[in-house]
């Protein structure tokens, strides 16, 4: 089962506006991905934070992840048309027996920015 | 940076027919890779984890037999899609996780994963 849901589902903005995605996970994890995928295409990485770190820039983008509440959430801000895209997180959950992460993927926004 | 391959990105077969898809990583070494699938509009979900050297691990649901993974190198791992049939149309995605050294005195390890651009398959 996936670990991860992500709301909204969908979201459509204004460009210049900010927007924000949610991911809520179930189990501990090692640290968080959000990743970015253009409509058929490959994904994208955009930020890690790990299970330590409470916020993360990266140029007009902004993490923070909550472990006690099993939440993190992507900020992007002064959005533009070219962010429109599918954001995901993936957790990386804790070593398994066999001494490999496996990495699980949230349900994903579909974000569009509008020009 | 790192990058990561897929040949094909993309095939239409005939069912009942194999097809197999390369996962490269191309200026790293990747000891583990993993193989996703996505439906449209969907999530990727993990398939199997492969391990170079080793058995890959496939989650629960996945067949072994219809998706046959080989990690014959540090540097590709194959999936195979056995007797294709249409329902096994979809985007399949491999990834390579890359290992590497914090800065810190204390070499803490973390992982990245770098994703292939994807291969479509779509089965007739």
């Known amino acids: 089962s996936q670990q991860g849901e992500e709301d909204p589902q969908a979201l459509s903005i204004q460009e210049g506006e900010n927007a924000t995605m949610n991911c809520s996970y179930k189990?501990?994890?090692?640290?968080l991905q959000w990743y970015r995928q253009n409509s058929g295409r490959g994904l994208v990485h955009l930020i890690l934070?790990?299970?330590?770190?409470r916020e993360k820039h990266s140029g007009r983008l902004r993490v923070t992840l909550d472990t006690s509440k099993k939440s993190s959430s992507l900020l992007i801000t002064a959005s533009r048309a070219a962010d429109t895209a599918s954001y995901f997180c993936?957790?990386?959950?804790?070593?398994?027996?066999?001494?490999?992460?496996?990495?699980?993927f949230g349900t994903g926004t579909r974000l569009k920015v509008l020009a | 940076g790192a990058v990561v391959s897929q040949h094909p990105s993309w095939v239409i077969c005939k069912s009942g027919t194999s097809v197999k898809i390369e996962c490269r990583s191309l200026?790293?070494?990747?000891?583990?890779m993993f193989w996703y699938r996505q439906f449209p509009k969907q999530s990727l979900m993990l398939m199997a984890t492969?391990?170079?050297?080793?058995?890959?691990?496939?989650e629960q649901g996945v067949e072994k037999d219809k998706f046959l993974i080989n990690h014959a190198s540090l540097t590709l791992s194959t999936l195979t899609v056995t007797s294709a049939h249409p329902e096994d149309s979809s985007f399949y995605i491999c990834?390579?996780?890359?290992?590497?050294?914090?800065?810190?005195?204390?070499?803490?390890?973390?992982?990245?994963?770098?994703f292939g651009p994807g291969t479509r398959l779509t089965v007739l």
């Open positions: 990834s390579a996780r890359a290992l590497r050294l914090s800065g810190s005195p204390s070499g803490v390890l973390y992982n990245e994963q770098f």
């Open positions: 189990t501990s994890i090692n640290n």
């Open positions: 934070i790990r299970s330590n770190e």
């Open positions: 993936a957790t990386a959950l804790a070593r398994t027996t066999s001494g490999t992460y496996k990495y699980i």
């Open positions: 200026d790293f070494q990747a000891t583990t």
């Open positions: 492969s391990n170079e050297g080793s058995k890959a691990t496939y």
